[in-house]
């Protein structure tokens, strides 16, 4: 399934966070969402780690270089965490 649309400009334009979830404003006007425990070290970083994010891959990811995390939109779009990421955190030593 394809959520894109003609047109669509899948690129982040803003990145906010509340207690549960980090929410990307993208530069079509979208808003996706996703739990913060897809991402366990934003889940872990202080408020102020979290705001210190920049553009990657062209303006299609987001990352955050103090805490070697990456987030790209197409797999927020697609509304499940990134795979390898979420088992290994998930998955017992």
């Not at 404003?25 to 202080?46: C, F, I, K, Q, T």
């Not at 780690?49 to 790209?72: F, K, M, N, P, S």
Request: hydrophobic share 35%; glycine share 6%.
């Amino acid at each position: 399934m394809n959520t894109s649309t003609p047109g669509s400009d899948e690129r982040v334009k803003d990145v906010e966070f509340d207690e549960g979830a980090i929410h990307v404003e993208l530069m079509d006007g979208r808003r996706v969402s996703a739990p913060l425990v897809w991402y366990p070290r934003l889940a872990n970083a202080s408020p102020e780690q979290r705001l210190r994010w920049v553009t990657c891959a062209a303006g299609y990811g987001i990352h955050w270089e103090e805490l070697d995390e990456d987030v790209r939109t197409e797999v927020m779009l697609r509304q499940q965490p990134e795979a390898e990421k979420y088992i290994a955190q998930r998955t017992p030593s």
